[in-house]
């Protein structure tokens, strides 16, 4: 059984404390809806919100500090997030004890300010986060420990002076926080011994994903050659009957009887060997598509980091850290917008034909039912063909909602450099105006 705890640690600068709170609290992304959500009947419990201190009184306590030794304020990142995640497995069997696992995160915090000299801001669990997998709920359940990012036992920033031994101590620390209170959680391996980098909730989901949608067209082979013995078994049944036809002369109504089943089965053999070859041309483009993914992923990276290169500019201050300016966010945001919604509008036509062929499947089964109750069992072999299909459809739609999820998460992304859509709508409002003013002066 898993019964890992981890620490991933993000810095931020002051202006987005606002952003946190929206995330943290309101459970929006830029205002914007979280895609990884649960609805409410699915989601383990309430979120828990606790607040300490303010910012702004860690703010003034610090900036007394740098005016009593006449020191200069250089800090670029005032906050530092530590998101804890916890095995689910483990949270699972003391869920069923009435265990109180909130304890552990409240811990940590008393315990990073004890060693590290930091003072906590607020503690968010978040219990309402997760996504299906195989139709079981995978919970995420973890908490966003939000401190300022100053060591006020030795006056010191806290993030940018850590070394590569502190972060292994951040996770041992939650380790002994958690037993502490009675909860056996053990930190994970170190990355540094691993070699493998942490991968963040949106790349670990879609790597599942992934390896979901190759499980899929495993699926699909398995179907095709279900339904190849399918219509096999309708041609023996078909050859049968001619036999049987044969044995009674024509002019004999038992033969008219046989004749007509055996015409039935016909055009029912010819419709599935049909349907059967469709299918394996669609698992054909389906299997090349998936070849594809990593390949449009990997192109797609490379396009995004292309289109930033070419917009951004290393500039480096006489004071401060370098930072990269961008030069034109208009022409750079709508390249990035562009580029990420390529692919979606051929994957919803798709969906739509899909469709389109699952309700013709559904009318073509119905009256089949209708047509010969002696075969029964060939109808309810269809009408699993049926249900199968429309799985596929559903995975397929799933698949359509991984690269929406993608497409805002992306977007989100590009939001927190300050790239906003109302921003642009100014800049081109103010570009007019100066272009009519322009012309009025002329």
């Not at 205002?31 to 703010?59: C, G, H, R």
């Not at 013709?360 to 299909?389: A, F, G």
Request: aromatic residues 10%; positive net charge; without cysteine.
């Amino acid at each position: 059984m898993k019964n890992f705890v981890s620490v991933n640690l993000v810095t931020y600068n002051k202006s987005h404390l606002e952003i946190i709170y929206k995330h943290n609290i309101e459970r929006k992304n830029f205002n914007s809806a979280i895609p990884y959500l649960l609805n409410e009947t699915q989601q383990l419990d309430k979120n828990v919100n606790l607040s300490y201190s303010t910012f702004e009184e860690l703010e003034n306590k610090r900036q007394n500090y740098l005016k009593s030794k006449n020191k200069n304020d250089y800090m670029q990142k005032h906050l530092v997030e530590f998101v804890v995640s916890l095995s689910f497995d483990k949270v699972k069997e003391y869920l069923k004890d009435n265990r109180n696992i909130d304890n552990g995160f409240i811990e940590y915090a008393k315990d990073l300010k004890i060693k590290y000299g930091l003072e906590t801001l607020s503690v968010d669990i978040h219990k309402d986060e997760g996504f299906i997998e195989n139709g079981e709920v995978k919970y995420n359940y973890h908490a966003h420990i939000l401190a300022y990012n100053y060591d006020f036992n030795k006056n010191l920033a806290f993030a940018s002076n850590l070394k590569k031994s502190d972060y292994r101590n951040l996770q041992t620390l939650a380790q002994d926080s958690f037993k502490k209170v009675d909860l056996d959680f053990q930190r994970g391996v170190s990355k540094f011994a691993t070699k493998k980098e942490h991968l963040s909730r949106e790349d670990y989901i879609k790597q599942q994903k992934q390896k979901q949608l190759k499980s899929l067209f495993v699926d699909i082979d398995t179907q095709k050659k279900e339904l190849k013995n399918i219509y096999t078994e309708i041609n023996k049944q078909k050859n049968e009957m001619k036999k049987q036809r044969d044995l009674y002369k024509k002019v004999d109504l038992e033969y008219k009887e046989f004749n007509e089943q055996y015409l039935q089965l016909q055009a029912l053999e010819k419709q599935k060997r049909q349907e059967y070859k469709d299918l394996e041309n669609s698992i054909k483009d389906k299997k090349i598509e998936v070849e594809n993914v990593e390949n449009y992923e990997k192109s797609l990276k490379k396009d995004i980091a292309k289109i930033v290169k070419e917009h951004t500019k290393k500039e480096t201050p006489l004071l401060g850290n370098t930072f990269y300016k961008v030069e034109d966010r208009n022409i750079m945001f709508t390249k990035l917008v562009n580029k990420i919604q390529e692919p979606l509008n051929l994957q919803l036509n798709e969906i739509v034909h899909l469709k389109r062929e699952n309700q013709h499947l559904k009318n073509e089964n119905s009256k089949m039912l209708q047509k010969d109750l002696q075969n029964q069992k060939l109808i309810q072999n269809l009408k699993l063909e049926q249900t199968n299909n429309k799985q596929t459809i559903e995975k397929q739609t799933k698949k359509i909602n991984k690269l929406q999820n993608q497409t805002l998460i992306l977007i989100s992304f590009f939001k927190s450099l300050g790239l906003k859509i109302n921003d642009f709508k100014k800049y081109f409002k103010s570009q007019k105006q100066q272009q009519k003013n322009y012309f009025i002066e002329m």
